[in-house]
């Protein structure tokens, strides 16, 4: 019988804590694995091998507070079931030089323009367009693994694609 009643605390104990993990993490903040180049080398530097893993904050979420050069966690406006990371180098009303300073793109409300950091080996805006806010899953504030990267991820706005039109 203490066997049982030693088996029922534990059985409470781990679903409590189960249930506080996930309400954190769906609603305040989530650590996020980042695989791949596209953000190197703010993510992952092409000379590692280890895959860097990111605070992620979702207080971010509730009026969709992003900045210009915050790095975000988005599902692919492609492929619902994948998650990218990028960072917003445009949001709604912002004029956007794509290509060149003749071609610019007005960003829609509701939208904003992501691209990864190693343009070379990233799929991002200038491929399917302006992202709706609504796919965003949080902000990526810190690298908290490997030990040796751990730092804050700093906002870079590359302010040299805005135009100036109105």
């Not at 971010?60 to 492929?79: A, E, R």
């Not at 994948?82 to 956007?96: F, Q, T, Y």
Request: net charge positive; glycine share 6%.
């Amino acid at each position: 019988m203490a066997f049982m009643k030693l088996l029922w605390d534990i059985t409470k104990k781990c679903f409590t804590v189960g249930l506080i993990s996930v309400t954190i993490s769906d609603r305040y903040a989530c650590l996020t694995p980042i695989s791949g180049h596209s953000m190197s080398p703010t993510f992952n530097p092409v000379d590692s091998n280890i895959n860097d893993f990111a605070l992620v904050e979702k207080f971010c979420l509730k009026k969709y507070n992003f900045s210009h050069g915050d790095v975000i966690v988005f599902f692919s406006p492609t492929n619902h079931k994948e998650k990218l990371v990028k960072r917003i180098v445009a949001m709604p009303g912002d004029w956007l030089s794509v290509s060149n300073p003749f071609d610019t793109v007005k960003i829609p409300p509701g939208h904003c323009w992501v691209e990864g950091d190693n343009s070379a080996a990233s799929a991002d805006s200038r491929s399917f367009g302006p992202v709706p806010l609504g796919l965003a899953q949080g902000r990526v504030t810190h690298v908290l693994w490997p030990p040796q990267r751990m730092r804050k991820v700093e906002r870079v706005v590359p302010q040299h694609r805005l135009s100036m039109f109105s």
